[in-house]
């Protein structure tokens, strides 16, 4: 007989107020990477922002292209260059959120599937989980206290 497999994830959601000055900080930061993307084909403007150990944070959008899959997403936009120039460092959180360009107002973005392997990606390789969090769609701010959370039966380097 065939046995079932439950997997469990608890996220935590945040009211606003309940954000530390950590997740604070990188919030404003992918709001604002949100309102510089280059996103002329679907107004949808996408920003992440990821902090190191020491503070540094770096910053994404998402960047389009007339030649649709030539693009790329906020948060491997930041990942990728966040690797490029700390190549040694480790990612303390990830912040990620959206909004329409003619809406002021944040909405929740949950990243891709392409997205979420690359998280993963460096979160294996770093050996400690990433937190990521997200703007929820109620308001409040959801908080995956891993990528395996939003990831699960992932592909990594395990598996090569
Ligand atoms: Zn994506």
Redesign the pocket.
């Known amino acids: 007989m065939a046995s079932e497999l439950t997997i469990n994830i608890s996220i935590d959601v945040l009211a606003p107020e309940e954000l530390n000055e950590r997740e604070r900080k990188a919030m404003q930061l992918a709001q604002q990477a949100a309102s510089d993307a280059y996103a002329p084909y679907s107004n949808f403007l996408v920003g992440a922002a990821l902090v190191l150990e020491d503070g540094t944070m770096f910053k994404g959008s998402n960047q389009e292209n007339a030649a649709y899959p030539s693009g790329l997403?906020a948060?491997?936009t930041a990942l990728f260059a966040f690797s490029a120039h700390h190549p040694n460092e480790q990612i303390e959180m990830l912040a990620v959120t959206a909004r329409r360009r003619n809406d002021t107002n944040f909405l929740a973005a949950m990243?891709?599937g392409?997205?979420r392997q690359v998280m993963a990606e460096y979160e294996h390789k770093q050996g400690k989980a990433i937190p990521v969090l997200l703007q929820g769609p109620d308001g409040n701010f959801y908080r995956f206290k891993s990528v395996a959370d939003l990831l699960p039966f992932q592909f990594n380097r395990e598996n090569l």
Do not use: K, N
Request: net charge neutral; hydrophobic share 15%; aromatic share 0%.
């Open positions: 997403c948060e491997r990243p891709c392409a997205c």
